[in-house]
DNA sequence: CTGAAAGCGCTTACAG
DNA sequence: CTGAAAGCGCTTACAG
């Protein structure tokens, strides 16, 4: 490997002049800075950022410990962290804990020997989860699973906006009998879309068919038999907001089993809007996104700026963004 | 931030003797180990790995350059790396390049002044593509896209083999009218699937409905299509061979559209076994999964021996697995 | 068994 | 404008 010596000797300068021409200090003579770049270029000469973090202290590295298996959320969320951190400022060190609290220790352990400047964790759902403690010598930023210490900075992402949202679509789009059919309810994600809708309904002097969301799993399955038992007692339906994109596509599914139209006689609306399952659909779903590429960007520049001695605190929700496609309106 | 020497100082002996004792070096004192061992838990002494990267040449750490928008393969592929290098051995800086040239050659400009020991490098599709040259300092494995420089060490998955594993399933299970809706033409994933295919019909003197296989792209709506299409024409089919999950949904629905029975009157296999799209369908799907972890655990493997000076040179297929749901048979 | 010294590759005051 | 010296935090021969 060229070190800067190597570079210095060929240039026929000192190893500290060398070091200021490269890195564009001045008081360096222009004809010194051309002789070092030239050496440099001749040489392939390729820093060493290793010895640099030594120095400086800061590694420019950040820790991403996720719990996603799927990677559902870490590469939505990788991508906007590096987005805004700026390719060449910050690396990311992606970790994966599998959902397991050792894993994630030990994963930390080895983060905090290569000296990360600060560390986002991601969880698996959307739930609360403890926090790694306030005795970290780095910042924490803990993306869509929020932090219980509130102490923490918790980027997350508004999932009773988000279900407020779905019933305001449908509302717009003409519908007044609207099921909810939500996911499973152990699950925050499930509870909060599903209150956020109801209240949104309630706004508008309506509830749920049935009173109140039913609620099931995150899957195809439970779609299809929760609109088969809304069809049963409730057949003046023409409105269904799920809990997920699995449920809707059950949802669509179903109504089509039963010969209903969508979005002609119901509309669908659901959850998550992902890519390959709102797609295919017939017709295409209608969906809401949690933008996560945005919890990531937020995530790292709440980082970035505790990483500068400006540390953010609490739970900080970011906005879901409605999705229009056919199975909602024509 | 603690380092050895205060370590040191606290128990009382020189930095030398305190990395000795800390590292399980032998010709030190028992007592003396203990002290040193007692004064670094006293501190919460987090050794810097920095240091040590500096002084030994090398990080412990990988690149991973990913152009795999969807994190489709990339996560598989970081799971199975990292159980193969080992938690505490390697570390995986991600980079995601999103099919850009240019924005993969910044990253790796970064992750060489990063000093990584490796570097694995992620394709998006199947297809080969241009290799980043013979003249990096490190050694680098391509997984999922091979390298086109066969002094290059690709892992790749076995689509030939995949497609004739789908078409050995159908036989067992007493088809003989198969059909095979392959994906977009333009990708070696679809055409080596399909060839793969057509060779294994061959062997027990068959071909594929209509003469061969059907192109069209990667989306159930061409699944739907492709398949009303095999139903208007040869009616008698009872095997479908799908290019994708994707597809093989499609085909489902079209199945079910028809008033046939999937699997009494036909059986449906899917290639990628994408837990979201095969667990849901109705029935659940039988796929052939590429072993993406594997790759990822193979593709680590060959870098670890490649970092100890045992290179590998190129393509390594890894073999793909039949996985049997309700689709394909009762 | 212990510790002083050198060095990994760089940057940064500080003299000249 | 240039360069010798010190130092980031650690490990490793080498004396003692």
Known sequence: MITLADVARRAGVSVSTASKALNDRRDVAESTRAKVRAAADDLSFVPNRVATSLLSGRTGTVGLITHDLEGRFSIPLLMGAEDAFGLNKVSVLLCDARGDRLR???????????????????????????????????????????????????????????????????LSAGRTRIAIIAGDRTYGAATERAQG???RLAEAGLEPLGGQPVFGAWTEDWGRAGTHAVLARH???????CGSDQIARGALDALRDAGREVPADVSVVGHDDWEILVTG?????????????????????????AMEGRPSHGVEAVVPRLVVRGSSVS
């Not at 290569?114 to 924490?140: E, H, K, M, N, Y």
């Open 281 to 305: 659909s017939r017709p295409p779903l209608t969906s809401i996104s949690m933008n996560l590429e945005d919890i990531g960007r937020l995530a790292a520049r709440r980082l970035e700026e």
């Open 235 to 241: 057949s003046e339906v023409d409105g269904v907001l």
């Open 197 to 199: 809708a109801v209240a």
């Open 104 to 170: 994630e220790q030990y994963h930390l352990g080895v983060l905090m020997e290569r000296r990360i400047d600060g560390l986002i964790v991601v969880g698996a759902r959307t739930d609360t989860r403890s926090s790694l403690g306030q005795d970290l010598p780095v910042p924490v930023v803990y993306a869509y699973a929020p932090s219980d210490d509130p102490e923490d900075c918790s980027i997350v992402s508004d999932n009773v906006r988000a279900g407020a949202l779905g019933v305001e679509h449908l």
